[in-house]
């Protein structure tokens, strides 16, 4: 009927947005994968529960050197490696990096779906710290 418009809720009562706009829009959730680490160590997963995000995180520090390893772990709770995508330049993609700190940070973006978990593992370390931190926005 010309001139009827239809709302669409969700089971909350919230406006659902289909990209034309009226919907809400997702929070970023802060994400805290290392926290000036001084020593190899796997840090703190990010695991949603509630949706897919997409997680853009920032690699810094004052360390000399480090390598840090992208993995992914879905139901069966196993670490493998997941390519992730270098924010500020698209030919560089990959499991891990070496680079990222104070001088010079990195950022990397990768998805992560429900019930995954992803983490930023540091295999080395050397002359300081590696802290790994981000947003993960649901889409």
Do not use: C, H
């Amino acid at each position: 009927m010309p001139g009827t418009s239809v709302r669409i809720v969700d089971e909350q009562g919230n406006p659902v947005n289909f990209g034309g706009g009226g919907g809400t829009t997702p929070t970023p959730k802060d994400v805290t994968l290392q926290n000036a680490a001084s020593a190899a160590g796997n840090g703190t997963a990010f695991a949603p529960t509630d949706g897919n995000y997409t997680l853009t995180f920032e690699i810094t520090g004052t360390s000399t050197s480090r390598a840090v390893n992208f993995e992914l772990a879905g139901p069966s709770g196993t670490y493998m490696p997941t390519t992730a995508y270098n924010v500020s330049d698209p030919s560089k993609y990959g499991p891990s990096t070496t680079g990222g700190n104070n001088s010079a940070p990195e950022s990397w973006q990768v998805e992560v779906p429900a019930g995954y978990s992803f983490r930023a593992r540091i295999s080395s370390v050397a002359g300081g710290t590696v802290t790994v931190k981000g947003k993960a926005v649901m889409g």
